[in-house]
């Protein structure tokens, strides 16, 4: 595979249409999380605070990743996404390097996201988070596949929890990442 990574500007009217498609594709079994994926997308193109960057395969949007310039020297990453044919192939690794880098390069020093777990992904899933949130962040396990693992294996690590956001026990988990 020889990947290349462009940013949002550059990417072709299709190769665009691409990125919704992906998006969709990524969150297929979360269709909530975004109801209208090209809107999404236009937003990393129209918003001062968003960027965004790409990885193809020839000419093909495999996945992409986005940030939101929130806090002086805090950005947010999101969202991550790799087309469902192409995961587990170090795309979406390499697309969080190269995000980092650029992210660095602007003067950031932490980078952090949120990553809901409304569909049982880890040990947090299910429970009852108060009283006492914090303490419950020791221990945390991934039960089945949820990207709670693929960030904390690129470095990222839990920072707080938000009990009940999706739901009774379906918590939003924030991880954060020293650049
Ligand atoms: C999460 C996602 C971006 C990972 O992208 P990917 O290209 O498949 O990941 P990579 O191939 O780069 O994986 C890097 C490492 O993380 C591991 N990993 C990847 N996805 C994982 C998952 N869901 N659970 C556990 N480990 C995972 C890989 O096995 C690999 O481990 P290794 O370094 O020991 O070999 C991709 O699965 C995706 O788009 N999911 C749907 C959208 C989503 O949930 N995005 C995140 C929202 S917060």
Not at 10 to 16: E, G
Not at 35 to 55: C, Q, Y
Not at 99 to 113: C, I, P, Q, S, W
């Amino acid at each position: 595979m020889s990947l290349r990574i462009v940013d949002f500007a550059d990417l072709t009217p299709a190769q665009r249409a691409e990125a919704a498609r992906v998006l969709a594709a990524a969150f297929a079994d979360r269709p909530q999380a975004f109801e209208d994926p090209e809107a999404e997308v236009a937003t990393f193109f129209e918003d001062e605070d968003r960027a965004a960057i790409a990885a193809l395969e020839g000419d093909r949007v495999v996945g992409w990743i986005g940030r939101i310039d929130t806090y002086s020297h805090a950005w947010e990453l999101h969202p991550l996404v790799v087309d469902p044919a192409f995961q587990r192939r170090g795309i979406g690794a390499r697309l969080c390097r190269e995000l980092e880098a650029r992210v660095k390069a602007a003067g950031v020093l932490t980078l952090y996201l949120g990553t809901d777990d409304e569909f049982g992904g880890t040990s947090l899933f299910g429970a009852d988070l108060f009283p006492d949130v914090a303490s419950r962040i020791a221990g945390v396990r991934e039960t089945s596949g949820h990207p709670f693992a693929f960030y904390r294996k690129q470095g990222y690590e839990i920072v707080g929890l938000i009990p009940d956001a999706n739901g009774p026990g379906k918590p939003d988990i924030f991880m954060a990442k020293r650049l």
